[in-house]
């Protein structure tokens, strides 16, 4: 089975650029998804085929996917983007869809 | 603007079947750009996919599920369902249904989710 590889947790001070991986074999030749969940929400899609976004996610997110490694960029941190972000893929070696164990995004 | 709602029993009895519907609204589930899905989240975990549904029928499941889990649609309600067979207290989770497109393997629109307890 195809296995996401997160960081628990990433803390960034507001303002900055909080980056978030999502290691996987060869996960460069994968389409990966991004989502964001507030607690007590249902997760939203924030980044899709890479990067791409679907409209009404600000400009402020941003994906990329090359090698081993996807990451999922968040430029210039507000509070209100504290949350889980999970990466997910099709694993067409077992015919599903796969998610990251999801990584915790603390603003100092 | 499409909208999903989940519903069915907040608590089932360990060995006993599941039963969720989810309500797709502001949209036909006949959309041919569509694939219907439900995913779950046990408390503080991660999220599991557990298997997906065309509205000709057509599903698969997550391998690791498939001998317990069953999705039909109902496209004159303009609904589909899960049931999960033999519930166990490792199946106490948030199940959220999903809305995915066919040009992208991404779920673009979730419902609120539903949390189910297995407890006797």
């Known amino acids: 089975s195809y296995v996401l590889t997160q960081p628990p947790s990433v803390s960034v001070a507001p303002g900055q650029t909080a980056r978030i991986p999502c290691g996987g074999n060869?996960?460069?030749?994968?389409?990966v998804h991004w989502y964001q969940q507030k607690p007590g929400q249902a997760p939203v899609l924030v980044v899709y085929?890479?990067?791409d976004r679907p409209s009404g996610i600000p400009e402020r997110f941003s994906g990329s996917n090359s090698g081993d490694t996807a990451t999922l960029n968040i430029a210039r941190v507000e509070a209100g983007d504290e949350a889980d972000y999970y990466c997910?893929?099709?694993?067409?070696?077992?015919?599903?869809?796969?998610f990251g164990i999801g990584t915790k995004v603390t603003v100092l | 603007q499409l909208q999903l709602q989940e519903s069915g029993p907040g608590l089932v009895k360990p060995s006993e079947t599941l039963s969720l519907t989810c309500t797709v609204s502001?949209?036909?589930?006949?959309?041919?750009?569509?694939?219907w899905d439900w995913i779950r989240q046990p408390p503080g975990k991660g999220l599991e996919w557990i298997g997906s549904?065309?509205?000709?029928?057509?599903?698969y499941y997550n391998p690791s599920l498939k001998s317990r889990v069953a999705i039909s649609v109902d496209t004159s309600k303009n609904q589909f369902s899960l049931n999960v067979h033999s519930m166990a207290a490792a199946d106490t989770a948030m199940y959220y249904c999903?809305?995915?497109?066919?040009?992208?393997?991404?779920?673009?629109?979730w419902g609120q989710g539903t949390m189910v307890t297995v407890s006797s």
């Open positions: 999903a809305r995915r497109s066919m040009d992208t393997a991404a779920f673009h629109i």
């Open positions: 502001g949209g036909s589930i006949r959309s041919s750009r569509s694939y």
């Open positions: 549904i065309y509205y000709s029928g057509s599903t």
């Open positions: 060869n996960i460069g030749t994968k389409s």
């Open positions: 085929d890479n990067d």
């Open positions: 997910q893929v099709w694993d067409n070696s077992r015919d599903h869809y796969v």
